[in-house]
């Protein structure tokens, strides 16, 4: 299938495994040019480096933070010295959380705040300018389904992902009139490595494995009952 994308430039954050890297890997088959951006910059250099060589496209990796606004504007300095600009971003960085309303303090609010909401505003106000420049652009938010309905013991991640959801509204009809269209996806259950780290810790020290711990959350929450793989 051929997209008509060949030689775009897109911006993937949270790009180094799961979704992101998926994300990434799909669009290089469709022959655009790739930034993989994560806070650990040897995976991010190494996803890049296997990307090139398998898709032949230009790929790089970069180490950045997207919840500190200084790493955003090193991250959008790299892409405007390496590629002129971006056509595309795909704001996928996020994480789950587990906690209590009533037990979640202050810090842990305002960094998932800064992670799923701030860090959107952030790369959009970096990479719109040479978006516009190019005649327009794309801004893919990767929200979730927690964000129309919340899963229980993460109503931090569930806020801050309905807040994406409002942003991307707000954003795409700020937008429209420079032909930059912005959306929202909102996943089910992906099988990632957040997912897998979270149902070991909680499944230490119990009679239930990780792998029956995700199986239950599946049965609970989705028709299909199983988790979907990020591909």
């Known amino acids: 299938m051929d997209l008509n994308l060949a030689n775009k430039t897109a911006v993937i954050t949270g790009a180094s495994q799961g979704i992101g890297l998926a994300v990434a890997s799909s669009?290089?088959?469709?022959?655009?040019?790739?930034?993989?951006?994560?806070?650990?910059?040897?995976?991010?250099a190494a996803a890049a480096n296997a990307i090139a060589a398998e898709f032949g496209v230009q790929a790089?990796?970069?180490?950045?933070?997207v919840t500190i606004p200084a790493d955003v504007d090193r991250l959008v300095r790299q892409?405007?010295?390496?590629?002129?600009?971006?056509?595309?971003?795909?704001?996928?960085?996020?994480?789950?959380s587990e906690e209590t309303i009533m037990e979640a303090s202050d810090e842990r609010w305002q960094h998932y705040?800064?992670?799923?909401?701030?860090?959107?505003?952030?790369?959009?106000?970096?990479?719109v300018p040479a978006m516009r420049r190019r005649g327009g652009g794309v801004i893919l938010h990767n929200a979730s389904i927690c964000a129309r309905q919340p899963l229980p013991h993460e109503p931090i991640y569930n806020v801050t992902k309905a807040a994406l959801v409002m942003f991307s509204k707000c954003l795409a009809n700020e937008l429209v009139g420079d032909n930059i269209r912005v959306n929202c996806?909102?996943?089910?259950?992906?099988?990632?490595?957040?997912?897998?780290?979270?149902?070991?810790?909680?499944?230490?020290?119990?009679?239930?494995?990780?792998e029956q711990h995700?199986?239950?959350i599946a049965e609970e929450n989705t028709p299909i009952k199983r988790f979907a793989t990020p591909e």
């Open 27 to 44: 669009l290089a088959r469709e022959g655009v040019h790739v930034v993989l951006c994560a806070r650990n910059g040897e995976r991010a």
């Open 60 to 65: 790089l990796g970069v180490a950045a933070d």
């Open 79 to 96: 892409v405007e010295d390496h590629f002129g600009g971006a056509d595309i971003l795909i704001d996928n960085a996020g994480a789950g």
């Open 113 to 127: 705040w800064e992670l799923h909401v701030m860090a959107a505003v952030w790369l959009a106000r970096g990479l």
């Open 185 to 210: 996806i909102n996943p089910g259950l992906i099988l990632t490595g957040d997912w897998i780290k979270t149902a070991k810790q909680l499944t230490e020290g119990t009679d239930t494995t990780w």
């Open 214 to 216: 995700l199986q239950q």
